[in-house]
């Protein structure tokens, strides 16, 4: 397998992740799709840079989630104040009204977080343990453990005062 095959190969075992991140980081449909190819292209151009040293996972969420706030902060320049409501279910799901009622609210939420919030949320629920979400965010443990507490009481604060009901 040429290196070409074998990068879109992974893209497409771990295209979940990409959208996951595009959908956290930006809340209108066209934004998110334009992040979802600005972090492929990124991934691209540093493919070859990626020595096997971690997983591959490991390395795109680090690459990902770096696109995304360079590119959520040359989105805030260009736009001055918006703000949407996500209606495409993006995840390959079957589809439960409920539970996408709950993710658009949550997503919605999640647009108020700084940045760095968003990494430490997306983080944590990708499943990342504090000393992972701490690696790939350059802070302590021990400092990650404090943000990302505050980070979900601050969520919580978020969804309560838009009155979203779960």
Same mark, same amino acid.
């Given at each position: 397998?040429?290196?070409?095959?074998?990068? &879109?190969?992974?893209?497409?075992?771990?295209?979940?992740?990409?959208?996951?991140?595009?959908?956290?980081?930006?809340?209108?449909?066209?934004?998110?799709?334009?992040?979802?190819?600005?972090?492929?292209?990124? &991934?691209?151009?540093?493919?070859?840079?990626?020595?096997?040293?971690?997983?591959?996972?490991?390395?795109?969420?680090?690459?990902?989630?770096?696109?995304?706030?360079?590119?959520?902060?040359?989105?805030?320049?260009?736009?001055?104040?918006?703000?949407?409501?996500?209606?495409?279910?993006?995840?390959?799901?079957?589809?439960?009204?409920?539970?996408?009622?709950?993710?658009?609210?949550?997503?919605?939420?999640?647009?108020?977080?700084?940045?760095?919030?968003?990494?430490?949320?997306?983080?944590?629920?990708?499943?990342?343990?504090?000393?992972?979400?701490?690696?790939?965010?350059?802070?302590?443990?021990?400092?990650?453990?404090?943000? &990302?507490?505050?980070?979900?009481?601050?969520?919580?604060?978020?969804?309560?005062?838009?009155?979203?009901?779960?």
């Amino acid at each position: 397998m040429n290196r070409e095959q074998d990068f &879109l190969q992974k893209i497409e075992q771990h295209k979940g992740v990409i959208y996951k991140v595009a959908r956290m980081y930006m809340s209108d449909p066209d934004d998110q799709n334009d992040l979802f190819q600005e972090i492929v292209l990124q &991934l691209w151009k540093s493919y070859e840079s990626f020595r096997g040293g971690s997983q591959f996972s490991t390395w795109m969420y680090r690459v990902a989630i770096n696109t995304a706030m360079v590119f959520l902060k040359k989105e805030t320049k260009r736009k001055s104040n918006y703000t949407g409501v996500i209606t495409d279910e993006i995840a390959a799901e079957e589809y439960n009204p409920v539970k996408e009622t709950q993710l658009s609210y949550f997503y919605e939420a999640v647009q108020d977080l700084n940045v760095v919030e968003k990494a430490l949320i997306f983080l944590f629920l990708e499943g990342q343990s504090h000393k992972d979400i701490a690696a790939n965010l350059g802070l302590t443990e021990v400092n990650t453990r404090v943000k &990302l507490t505050r980070t979900k009481e601050k969520l919580q604060e978020i969804i309560k005062a838009k009155g979203y009901e779960f």
